[in-house]
């Protein structure tokens, strides 16, 4: 029973930590999309902010 306990923390923690960088992504990403429509799309098309906006927040997930 002990041992199950100890898996089951485990995989809570695991899925909590996986929910909140899924959160931080979604966030980082959506104010990233919003600088990026706000400057006009300048840089190139629609999905080239997509593309940039992702690696940016992949980045920065990666370094925190």
Request: charged share 10%; with cysteine.
């Amino acid at each position: 029973m002990k041992k199950y306990l100890i898996s089951l923390k485990s995989f809570i923690a695991f899925y909590s930590s996986l929910a909140f960088g899924v959160i931080n992504f979604i966030v980082c990403f959506a104010v990233c999309m919003l600088f990026y429509i706000g400057i006009g799309g300048k840089i190139g098309g629609f999905w080239d902010g997509v593309a940039l906006c992702a690696i940016i927040c992949l980045i920065t997930m990666a370094l925190n």
